[in-house]
């Protein structure tokens, strides 16, 4: 499923430091960031599940969020719909092609925040070889410092990504074109 170029979504690439923002390791050993995907499933309901390994890094400074920037990268292999043998074919080259593309990755060139909270990420996302501009509507959950001394801010965004766009053509019918994609990721401040 392409939902394994997303967002999510492995480890960050290719971060170019912004001046005084502070740099940012995304919690995946705390298990406080997720990337997860939903398609319809023959357009009668959905099928959900994620990608349990990947990784990334970002820079964020609330006095200039615009010139934030993240980089995920995500192990397509860890693909994970709670179903062993749906998750093999999801695996195989009608859909993900793992053995072949093993590992997906997005990273940001642009980031406007319209408010506090709210903005628009576009960049680069590569899945199955082929690499494509997207944007996510992200949203800012918090940010400030946790028990045990350090600081930790936290977004969500969703998009959603044409399958054909990556070379993943099988007919799943016309309700299962696109698949929606959510990252949610927790910071620790380095």
Not at 9 to 20: D, H, K, L, P, R
Not at 32 to 61: C, E, M, P
Not at 102 to 125: L, Q, R, W
Request: no cysteine; charged share 20%; hydrophobic share 40%.
């Amino acid at each position: 499923m392409i939902i394994s170029g997303l967002l999510a979504f492995s480890v960050f690439i290719g971060i170019n430091n912004t001046a005084y923002a502070a740099q940012y390791k995304v919690d995946v050993q705390g298990a406080h960031a997720f990337v997860q995907f939903k398609i319809k499933h023959l357009g009668y309901s959905w099928l959900l599940g994620r990608f349990n390994t990947f990784d990334g890094n970002f820079n964020y400074d609330a006095a200039k969020p615009n010139e934030s920037q993240i980089a995920i990268d995500i192990d397509v292999t860890s693909i994970d719909s709670n179903h062993a043998e749906r998750d093999k074919h999801l695996k195989g080259k009608d859909f993900l092609d793992v053995n072949k593309f093993p590992n997906a990755k997005f990273v940001s060139k642009n980031i406007t925040f319209t408010d506090e909270k709210n903005a628009v990420v576009t960049g680069e996302f590569t899945l199955k070889g082929v690499t494509k501009s997207i944007s996510f509507n992200v949203e800012k959950i918090g940010e400030g410092n946790d028990p045990w001394g350090g600081y930790r801010v936290g977004f969500s965004g969703t998009t959603s990504l044409k399958l054909s766009d990556y070379g993943i053509t099988y007919n799943l019918g016309p309700a299962s074109t696109h698949v929606d994609m959510a990252l949610h990721i927790e910071g620790i401040r380095q």
